[in-house]
């Protein structure tokens, strides 16, 4: 069973606007959440992450929103550049394993 | 800190043969996970250590598949009789246990395994 979804494979946005990217979970004891960034023939690489006692997490022009009763997040990226297209992967955890459930990616492209 | 090393980057073996990856974390983390990826899809868990004792392991680890990190310091993925479905990235990650749940993972570029 797929605890971690992404279900938008792609997306492509306008270099400036924003970037939306969402993820949804089903285990209600997920509390850590993180998003990572991939580029091709390399590994993921971190990007940003939320605990559960927080809504929102902000670092540059990169936040996180996190929506515990609809068990939802969503990754915002502002202005959005070329240079962020990559396959983002959100991945869940709870405090208690240590270890990082991945949701499929979904692979942005920014145009110039 | 160089960050977390997997060698080799690509191994294509044939059908039924052995392969070892070898995964060298960053020094000071006491945590190492292995993952597989597919195409298209993320990265699945598969196993994970704490220092030298092997903590976890997935159900999609069959009994061909051993993994081990002696002293706490390198690790090694075996795999024994590969399959076809075997083909995959594999990819190996680090932490320190404070700081896994904040920070995630490093995670190495991988090792491709391809099997004919």
Redesign the interface.
């Known amino acids: 069973d797929q605890q ?1 979804k ?1 279900n938008s ?1 792609s997306l492509s946005v306008q270099e400036g606007r924003i970037s939306i990217l969402n993820c949804d979970y089903t285990n209600s004891m997920f509390d ?1 959440f ?1 998003w ?1 960034k991939k580029y091709p ?6 990007l940003i ?1 939320i ?1 559960s006692i927080k809504d929102k997490n902000e670092d540059g022009r990169f936040t996180v929103f996190l929506n515990k009763s609809a068990k939802h997040l969503s990754l915002h990226i502002v202005p959005s550049q070329p240079g962020d297209s990559a396959v983002y ?1 959100c ?1 869940a ?1 709870d ?1 208690g ?9 979904t692979r942005l492209k920014v145009l110039a | 800190d160089t960050g977390v090393s997997q060698n080799p980057r690509h191994k294509i073996t044939k059908r039924g043969q052995n392969v070892t990856f070898r995964c060298d974390p960053i020094s000071e983390h006491n945590r190492l996970y292995w993952y597989r990826q597919t195409l298209g899809q993320g990265p699945e868990f598969l196993t994970y250590f704490q220092n030298e004792a092997q903590l976890e392991k997935s159900r999609l680890l069959s009994d061909r598949f051993s993994a081990e990190r002696p002293k706490g310091s390198f690790s090694t993925l075996e795999i024994q009789r590969t399959e076809q479905g075997d083909s995959a990235m594999y990819l190996c990650a680090s932490s320190s246990t404070q700081k896994t749940l904040r920070y995630g993972y490093t995670f190495g570029s991988g090792t491709r395994l391809t099997v004919v």
Not at chain 1, 97 to 105: L, Q, R, S, V
């Open positions: 971690v992404q494979p850590y993180l990572y023939a390399e590994g993921p690489t971190f992450s605990s992967f991945a955890s405090s394993t240590y270890k990082y459930i991945f949701g499929t990616g």
